[in-house]
């Protein structure tokens, strides 16, 4: 495999709200760029990123997809590694782990939705990252398509920096083309080779001032950042030339100043092949990117910087693990630094083993392609690894790095499943194992109280797609419970608390004794365990004190109303004592772990359920139904809007625990015309008759509730 210049190799994402045409962007791309010779569509189930049965009927993205191809620009052929990610809420795992390793994204907007919810998720995950991004606006054929409303939106409700450098020639039935702002020419596409075709022309008269207002503001957006283009721009901007504006986009596109923005209609065939332009004119190259730092396993406190060369030493991170059919278990991995090698040795950090790789692959979906290395700035996937997770980092023994993980939100919903016959336990448990490795936010759990496989994911969709994947991979057909939410508990007040923990065996006992201070943490500390060490005079060693803190850690996963987890939780260990000859770290430990019980049981402890922001979109002749029916769910409507095609938007605040079938419920009350979309929002107390009724339910401590 020949050496690939770094400089005209590109990672990109394409990222968006559901529906706002991903994956036919990405089947574009595949076409135009000659790897597929025939244009696959999402609608008929023959969309090449989505390989998935589940994708092909539901006409959905699930699982991200991974391409490589190539495009000629400026007379450079430029290697694109593409990843397509899914836009619903319930997978939004595959966004983050694919923004992880990505250098740059392309977030795609409907030109008539514009901004919608999941648009704002994926944005604040690219900037979490420090992803840049370039912007299209996608599907201007359709009624209520605007472009220049969305550049406003993308302003004011993303607060970014847009600078358009396409304009529309015509919108909805009328799109025939493009302006771009750049050359100052028209482009339009040529339908009868299905848009690989088109052509350069003079740009009409009837728009000539449109295109000017928009060339004068972008050289503006420039002319901010750049002295040099302030100069000319203030003196004579007409002597501004290609070179400097592609130059100034490009740096303002990778140092995250701005977001160039371009227009068209992948369904019909127009604006791709100015928007792989874009790509590879103004997305960061591996180089661009800041080298990788990471940390030293032996000295956290010393940071390790790895060079994007083939020749620096290995580091690279496994960003996803894919079980497949016929190659076994799959890992996809970005490596950053040095090469892997097909039959190499790798080292995985987090298990301290040495794993070997038989076969490298460079993917196109769900087909691979065997190579004999994958290296720096490069992403591919191998067999062969035995024991590696999602977010591992890979290195040399002799030259170990640590790179930073990835944080996914915790599942918020759970059902419980049996299977349908004795015969096919062992494989119920060997598939929702392997679905568990792939998906971290997927988990499995036995209750302990009745013995109950649960499974916990994202969403009810999310779950759907597992038992479907369970019936139709792992061939387990599954009995289904009653969803379940995944409560969380917290305490109201403070407590102070002695525990003195004794234990005498024979020989040597087990003593311990902590006088602690248990109650809410303080602002800046939510979803973490604040622990202060207030132990004067050396009542009890320094060796056993990170005993009592790991645990009130390990207590807070189980809390005293129901079994519930505690996020949040502020422990002062205040004074206490030890036994020269009985105490060691476990008494320490355990005695913690009685206290969390009995203070927490003091402590006014309350249960928290988690709320959904939604967004309802719904005529306005069925809005009263809309919201008659989220006030009868506990629902707190916060506005309402009216879209740019009539329709009224229904935002609202509702406890997960009332949504589940709301879709169905949504469509009856409408008639299948209000669409509707949710995502996470945060944990709030349930009233005292609801927490009852959930902890008989649960068979908790009702009594504790007060």
């Known amino acids: 495999m020949a050496k690939q210049n770094l400089a005209y190799t590109r990672n990109i994402g394409i990222m968006a709200h559901i529906d706002a045409g991903k994956t036919t962007t990405s089947e574009r791309i595949l076409y135009y760029t000659g790897l597929t010779h025939k244009i696959g569509e999402v609608h008929d189930g023959t969309a090449t990123m989505d390989w998935m049965e589940q994708e092909q009927e539901r006409g959905i993205t699930i699982t991200s997809a991974a391409t490589t191809t190539h495009w000629k620009y400026d007379g450079q052929e430029y290697k694109i590694n593409l990843i397509d ?125 449109e295109a000017e207002e928009w060339r004068d503001k972008m050289l503006e957006t420039l002319a901010s950042f750049d002295d040099v283009l302030m100069e000319k721009y203030f003196d004579n901007p007409k002597l501004i030339t290609e070179e400097e504006i592609n130059s100034a986009l490009r740096r303002g596109t990778v140092s995250m100043i701005l977001n160039p923005i371009v227009c068209g209609s992948s369904f019909k065939n127009k604006g791709v092949q100015p928007l792989l332009d874009s790509v590879c004119a103004y997305l960061p190259s591996p180089l661009d990117t800041p080298s990788i730092e990471g940390k030293d396993p032996d000295d956290e406190d010393k940071i390790i910087v790895r060079k994007p060369d083939d020749t620096d030493h290995l580091c690279a991170l496994a960003f996803k693990i894919a079980t497949d059919p016929y190659v076994g278990r799959l890992c996809f991995f970005r490596v950053y630094s040095g090469k892997i090698e097909a039959g190499s040795y790798v080292y995985n950090v987090r298990s301290g083993k040495k794993e070997r790789i038989s076969r490298i692959f460079q993917m196109h979906s769900n087909k691979q392609n065997p190579v004999d290395f994958i290296g720096a700035g490069d992403i591919g996937a191998g067999v062969g690894f035995k024991d590696i997770r999602t977010g591992d980092t890979l290195c040399e023994e002799k030259h170990q790095i640590i790179l930073e993980s990835m944080d996914f939100p915790a599942p918020v919903i759970g059902i419980a499943v049996e299977p349908k016959t004795q015969n096919d336990l062992d494989k119920l448990g060997l598939g929702l194992a392997k679905l568990a490795e792939e998906d971290p936010t997927f988990t499995v759990k036995t209750d302990e109280q ?252 009702v009594e504790l509730l007060g």
């Open 450 to 701: 009745t013995g109950q496989t649960i499974i916990s994911g994202m969403g009810e969709l999310h779950l759907e797609i597992i038992i479907d994947r369970l019936r139709r991979e792992f061939k387990v057909e599954c009995n289904q419970g009653r969803p379940q939410v995944a409560y969380k508990e917290a305490i109201t007040k403070t407590v102070e608390i002695r525990e003195v923990y004794k234990k005498q065996t024979g020989g040597r006992g087990k003593f311990a004794d902590i006088i602690v201070k248990v109650g809410p943490a303080d602002k800046g500390f939510e979803g973490s365990l604040q622990f202060i060490d207030d132990v004067k005079g050396g009542n009890i060693p320094r060796e056993f004190i990170p005993s009592v803190q790991k645990g009130f850690a390990a207590a807070m996963k189980n809390g005293v109303l129901a079994g519930f987890q505690i996020d949040t939780l502020k422990v002062t260990l205040v004074d206490g004592s030890y036994h020269a000859v009985d105490s060691d770290q476990l008494s320490f430990e355990i005695c913690a772990q009685i206290a969390f019980k009995n203070a927490c049981a003091k402590a006014k402890p309350i249960l928290m359920e988690p709320i959904m922001k939604l967004e309802v979109v719904t005529p306005e002749e069925n809005m009263g139904d809309v919201i008659g029916d989220l006030n009868k769910r506990r629902g707190h409507v916060e506005g309402m809007e009216t879209s740019r095609t009539g329709a009224r938007i229904v935002k609202a605040k509702v406890p997960l625990s009332e949504l589940f079938g709301y879709v169905t419920a949504l469509r009856t009350i409408t008639s299948g015309r209000a669409t509707s979309s949710m995502e996470f929002s945060h944990y709030t107390e349930v009233s005292t008759s609801i927490a009852r009724t959930v902890l008989e339910e649960h068979k908790g401590k």
């Open 85 to 209: 990610t899914p836009g619903h809420v319930d997978f939004t795992v595959e966004v983050e782990r694919s923004l992880r390793v990505l250098d740059g994204a392309v977030a795609t907007f409907c030109a008539v939705g514009g901004v919608e919810p999941q648009s704002e998720t994926v944005w604040r995950q690219a900037d979490k990252y420090n992803v840049p991004r370039i912007c299209y606006v996608n599907k201007m054929d359709r009624a209520g398509a605007n472009y220049f409303d969305v550049v406003n939106q993308i302003k004011t409700v993303l607060g970014s920096n847009p600078c358009p450098i396409q304009i529309p020639i015509g919108a909805e039935e009328h799109f025939r083309g493009i302006i771009d702002l750049v050359m100052m020419k028209a482009i339009y596409w040529h339908d009868e080779t299905m848009g690989a075709d088109y052509s350069v022309e003079e740009i009409p008269a009837d728009c000539l001032a």
